[in-house]
């Protein structure tokens, strides 16, 4: 059953301890479009489908990524796009909505996404050790 929007806000409000919805808000939208550019095939469309409608439409239609950005180039990204934002603050945007995403996507899609993303993403999830070791090369 997809989660509500109200929900996923209330969530990532409560964990990034957001004093208003429409920070957790902004932090949504930006880590989830940069997410998306990202992700590809299944594994993106089944997130989207658990995720509320207003994710996965942002989830769905991100900007295309030149390249992959590895963990710390994303949350150099998301400051780019928060204004005001500053690396440290973007790294608890980044860890209060994709925590939210990986529970609500479950281990087994969360496995799969990963092994889609560079090595270092289990960490921004806030599942360290998901990405199973020796199925990304070393490098």
């Known amino acids: 059953m997809r989660m509500q929007w109200d929900a996923f806000l209330a969530a990532v409000q409560e964990r990034g301890e957001y004093p208003s919805r429409r920070e957790a808000d902004r932090a949504a939208r930006v880590v989830l479009a940069l997410l998306g550019a ?45 204004e005001g934002a500053t690396e440290e603050t973007a790294m608890w945007d980044v860890g209060a909505v994709l925590s939210v995403v990986a529970d609500t996507a479950g281990d087994d899609l969360m496995r799969r996404i990963l092994l889609q993303l560079p090595p270092g993403y289990d960490l921004l999830f806030g599942r360290p050790g998901m990405s199973e070791p020796g199925l990304h090369p070393e490098g």
């Open 38 to 82: 990202h992700l590809v095939g299944n594994e993106r469309a089944e997130l989207a489908a658990g995720l509320p409608e207003t994710c996965a439409l942002v989830l769905l239609n991100p900007l295309p990524a030149a390249e992959p950005l590895g963990p710390e180039r994303f949350v150099r990204a998301t400051a780019a796009w928060i």
